[in-house]
């Protein structure tokens, strides 16, 4: 998982950049299931439109097959004690390294810190803990020269070394990198997930289709949490990577989903993935991630960053009414200086989390001096939320 670096813009380049910083005083709203009915004509209307600083004509457009969409309270696992999430760590070596470490391997290989009290602690094995104290959300390691995974409430990080060797590398752990940056030079990126390229791994060809169908079953059958939520995971596209060799892997970026809608997640595709700006007019810092599952043989995952949403979901507030697309992209056009010419790229329906809390937006990706403006109108208010990613 990646969470964005907030990095607060200066008050010169806010002052630069935008118009303003009221969302419209006024905007119509529209049933959720007459935007649906609607929305390719309206589509054809927004790319065919002539605002002054924003160009429809290439961007992709998507709206999720719904009736309603809510207001979210995100709740933080929490609740189960030290010993049950041991056991949860246990049973969770065996399903994704079957059979290779014995009862007491585990039971001298998970180690606990407390990091909420002290990111410093050792790390130490839970029979030298005082479970008396019950902390169930202690983070929890398993590291040794065949495996890593990591996690608190949830498992976080997972990499069974298949690739370092592959590679030949000899390495004590595994380091806290993404599988493309360790793996080598990412040779395409995907986002149609139905294409039937084919790519060598190192046990022989798979599909992109193939593979991506392998990878959303074994995320959405294997359990990465012992709680309930009903929030889900979904594939939204795919660095192809060459390993060396003439081999190739396979890097899924994956969001969460919440009755069909996702997540706000950064574009992944022309952008430095590690380098994120925030605009500070609200003052806000907003959360926008990708998790990751990765493959370098057709029947095995050996790779994941955040498997699934440490958290589940209460809805506060639903909608069946929200600020049309037309409207949306009325107010994203007010919003900004009519000098920036922005080409927009995508247009979709996300949820953006602050804080404990998910709201429903119409999400612009538009690109203008080589970044990425994330730009987002929440369906209900029309209040504008900004993050810019630089490009590479």
């Not at 309603?68 to 696992?77: A, E, N």
């Not at 193939?210 to 596209?237: C, G, H, L, M, Q």
């Not at 057709?298 to 409207?327: G, N, R, W």
């Not at 989390?353 to 403006?373: L, S």
Request: negative net charge; hydrophobic residues 35%.
């Amino acid at each position: 998982m990646r969470k964005i670096k907030n990095t607060a813009l200066s008050a010169v380049i806010t002052a630069l950049l935008l118009a303003g910083c009221d969302s419209a005083e006024s905007f119509e709203l529209a049933p959720i299931s007459e935007i649906r009915e609607n929305f390719s004509q309206t589509t054809e209307e927004l790319k065919a439109s002539s605002f002054e600083n924003l160009d429809f004509s290439k961007a992709e457009f998507s709206f999720p097959e719904i009736d309603s969409i809510s207001k979210l309270s995100l709740i933080t696992f929490a609740g189960k004690s030290l010993r049950e999430m041991y056991e949860f760590y246990c049973d969770s070596l065996e399903t994704l390294m079957p059979g290779v470490y014995s009862e007491e391997e585990k039971l001298n290989g998970i180690l606990l810190s407390d990091t909420n009290r002290d990111p410093y602690l050792p790390y130490l094995p839970i029979d030298e803990y005082e479970l008396a104290a019950e902390g169930g959300d202690l983070m929890m390691v398993f590291r040794d020269s065949k495996c890593y995974m990591q996690g608190a409430g949830d498992i976080q990080w997972f990499d069974n070394d298949d690739l370092y060797q592959w590679k030949g590398d000899e390495v004590t752990s595994i380091p806290f990198l993404d599988y493309i940056d360790s793996a080598g030079p990412a040779v395409d990126y995907i986002t149609d997930m139905n294409r039937e390229d084919k790519y060598e791994l190192i046990d022989g060809e798979i599909s992109i289709k193939d593979a991506a169908e392998f990878a959303d079953n074994f995320i959405e059958t294997t359990a990465f949490t012992p709680y309930e939520t009903s929030v889900k995971k979904r594939i939204i596209a795919a660095d192809v990577v060459d390993i060396g060799g003439g081999k190739y892997g396979y890097g899924f970026l994956t969001t969460c989903e919440y009755k069909n809608v996702l997540f706000d997640y950064p574009e992944l595709n022309g952008v430095n993935r590690a380098k994120y700006v925030m605009n500070d007019y609200d003052d806000r810092r907003y959360y926008s991630w990708y998790g990751q599952a990765a493959m370098i043989q057709s029947d095995k995952v050996f790779h994941m960053i955040h498997p699934v949403a440490d958290y589940s979901v209460k809805e506060t507030e639903t909608y069946t009414s929200i600020i049309t697309l037309q409207e949306a992209a009325r107010i994203v056009s007010e919003f900004y200086s009519e000098n920036m010419k922005f080409s927009v790229t995508k247009v979709e329906a996300v949820y953006l989390k602050y804080e404990d809390t998910a709201f429903p937006c119409w999400k612009f990706i538009m690109r203008y001096g080589g970044n990425v403006y994330d730009t987002l109108v929440d369906m209900h208010t029309g209040e504008v939320h900004v993050y810019i990613q630089v490009g590479k």
